[in-house]
């Protein structure tokens, strides 16, 4: 593996066609499955570490993000990672913030209510990634789904001849979808962070046995949540897969979304549903802790 | 050459890097002298011919923009084309206007304020055909001086890595600008259209003896214009050529700028100015009647 920190640097490395897997960093077995996927592929695989600024609302947020490159090198490395590109803030805006990619209503409902302008930032920094990489796959986690919709429309929109691959979230053993905003729950509201995957399982068992209304399986996944006081819901929707939009009913695929703050940290997470045969993926369950809670 | 209409079909038809010369068609010499460039550098030399909608703000506009593709891909093959693409609206807006690129200021003085949306749309349509396409290379004329400005603005700041170039304006024999919409001039005020080009030669005059007081420079070549009450001046500005700011004197690479309406007809035309020597580029002047005369 080899670390560059230019685009130029990137393309010039890159002996046969790339697959991509953007990261923030703080990388986890999440990530490692989409690089573990990406290197399967026998593409050159580049995973790019950086800490996008625009798609934090909250420059407290931005600032508390946990960043460690030698770590998160490390493990892309043992996962797969043929190029691993740090780009400066300079690398990725040398002319500020002047140039931007708008996604227009996919990026509205949900997340784009509680983190405005979150979407716009997602959407340029990956235009960019798209734009000076020019990898033939792109990665990314359905952990963040509506995120998922966003890239891929971005891709439809702007011509960008990437195939986007979306990889089954991946979950904590007691079923917390994986997060690096994880470590940062307080130990003494750790327990009530489970009601978020409860809740949508709980929606998960209800669509299996035929519930398609997206107004019965909220109810029933909000009774859930509410049994644990300490977690705010911020959203708890059923949404398009596709356009990310609010659906009545389960009559194409679709995700179950929720939102919610617990002990001040703020937490998502979905399961995906099959409009076809109702069938959910509620992800991957880790069957040791995670090395999120690995001491540097 | 061959003709496609998808960005599958270039992608797959282009057996080496691309020179793309983006046009919306009804070619002139200025187009074949991009076409001709594009041609001699070995490259796979792609025209597209695509009537972009969102970058105009009339509609009856664009209706009247005049358009035929059999005349466009002759002209573009005798030029040197191998590969004319020309898509349809549906395959480079598959989802509508959802996908947008801005790129701040540099869209906003001189065209900005007289078309709005005008940039926006510029910078969409190019970010695709750089995103589906991927050329090395793209060639444009300098005649749209704040065009280029802006093309190289999206292209650095979503880090596409296309060498942009300008190719000099080319002039019919009494001056005018080439430009599809001569061929809307009415004969009583052709004339009079040569007021622009007449307005920016005497600047550039006055700048090659060495004035670099952009009002100065306004003030002369305004008066020049003025002596021509058909010809209706929307503005007249000296700008920073990568920025497409106004300046306020030649301390940067720049253009002199003039719009104006004759007969109704809206014309632009420039000319650039080198910040050292002060030389200007003026063009090329045609020896023969543009083949925009020429009949169908």
Redesign the interface.
């Known amino acids: 593996m080899i670390i560059v920190r230019t685009?130029?640097e990137v393309?010039a490395a890159a002996h046969s066609a790339v697959s991509l897997v953007p990261t923030m960093g703080y990388l986890h077995e999440g990530h490692m499955s989409l690089i573990g996927a990406a290197s399967q592929t026998g593409d050159t695989t580049v995973v790019s570490l950086f800490v996008n600024p625009t798609q934090f609302g909250d420059s407290a947020d931005f600032v508390a993000y946990p960043h460690n490159e030698a770590r998160d090198a490390a493990i892309a490395e043992a996962a797969g990672c043929d190029i691993f590109f740090a780009p400066s803030a300079d690398e990725?805006y040398?002319?500020g913030h002047?140039?931007?990619?708008?996604?227009?209503?996919?990026g509205d409902a949900m997340e784009g209510r509680f983190r405005h302008g979150h979407f716009e930032g997602v959407?340029t920094v990956v235009?960019?990634l798209?734009?000076?990489v020019?990898p033939r796959r792109a990665f990314f986690g359905r952990k963040d789904a509506q995120q998922l919709a966003v890239v891929r429309?971005?891709r439809?929109?702007?011509?960008?001849?990437v195939e986007v691959i979306g990889m089954p979230t991946v979950r904590e053993q007691d079923g917390l979808a994986l997060s690096s905003r994880n470590t940062q729950i307080g130990k003494g509201v750790r327990r009530e962070a489970l009601s978020l995957s409860r809740a949508l399982f709980s929606a998960a068992d209800a669509i299996e046995q035929g519930e398609r209304d997206s107004a019965a399986i909220a109810k029933i996944a909000r009774s859930v949540a509410a049994a644990t006081p300490q977690v705010e819901v911020e959203y708890l929707e059923v949404a398009d897969s596709m356009s990310a939009a609010p659906i009545e009913e389960i009559d194409r695929d679709a995700f179950v979304a929720i939102a919610a703050k617990v002990g001040g940290v703020r937490l998502i997470d979905n399961i995906a549903v099959d409009a076809v045969t109702l069938a959910t993926d509620r992800g991957i369950m880790l069957d040791k802790q995670s090395i999120l809670y690995e001491e540097d």
């Open positions: 685009f130029g393309r990725v040398p002319l002047r140039v931007t990619v708008s996604v227009g209503g996919v959407a235009a960019k798209f734009a000076g020019q429309t971005l439809d929109g702007l011509r960008f001849p």
